[in-house]
């Protein structure tokens, strides 16, 4: 079973920038699409960015022109670099790896423990 691991969260202020990175112990089929996603206190997990195998990138709106998904395929590592940063964007980030290109965080069969994003003012 492959296993995800994520780094890089912490505190951050208003306009700031983190970057996530989520390291998988293999490469299969089951690692073709990188996901990443969040969930705030008292909300339901949302989709944050999506990339396949070959680069192709998704994002949700909320984070369109601010999160950069990208990947290193020669050492199976995904990243997330969140730029502008809002109180908003202050959730536990999860990593996940799915076989098929999809927003569902149901279509994920794989999944990291979480690492805390804060945005404070």
């Known amino acids: 079973q492959v296993q995800l691991v994520e780094s890089g969260g912490g505190l951050v202020h208003i306009g700031g920038s983190l970057r996530l990175s989520c390291a998988a112990s293999?490469?299969?089929?089951?690692?073709?699409?990188m996901g990443w996603f969040r969930q705030a206190p008292g909300k339901e997990r949302e989709f944050v960015a999506r990339i396949s195998w070959g680069g192709s990138t998704s994002y949700a709106d909320s984070v369109k022109g601010r999160f950069t998904i990208s990947r290193n395929n020669a050492v199976n590592t995904v990243t997330l670099q969140m730029d502008s940063l809002k109180p908003g964007d202050t959730a536990v980030y999860y990593c996940?790896?799915?076989?098929?290109?999809?927003?569902?965080?149901?279509?994920?069969?794989?999944w990291g423990q979480g690492t805390q994003v804060t945005v404070s003012s």
């Open positions: 996940a790896a799915s076989r098929v290109f999809s927003d569902a965080a149901t279509a994920y069969d794989i």
């Open positions: 293999a490469r299969t089929s089951s690692t073709n699409v």
